[in-house]
């Protein structure tokens, strides 16, 4: 649960720091996404 709490709180820091366009925000969201499926698939 803190990988997803500071995988979120970097985002938003990002987009609201950045103020980055769509794709930009899209492009970030998914290499975010892809490394959060990483951590909770690993295994422990």
């Known amino acids: 649960m803190m990988a997803l709490a500071g995988i979120s709180a970097g ?9 980055p366009g769509p794709l930009l925000t899209a492009t970030v969201a998914l290499l975010m996404l892809a490394g959060l499926a990483y951590v909770f698939t690993r295994p422990s």
């Not at 985002?11 to 103020?19: D, E």
């Open 11 to 19: 985002f938003l820091i990002f987009w609201l720091a950045g103020h």
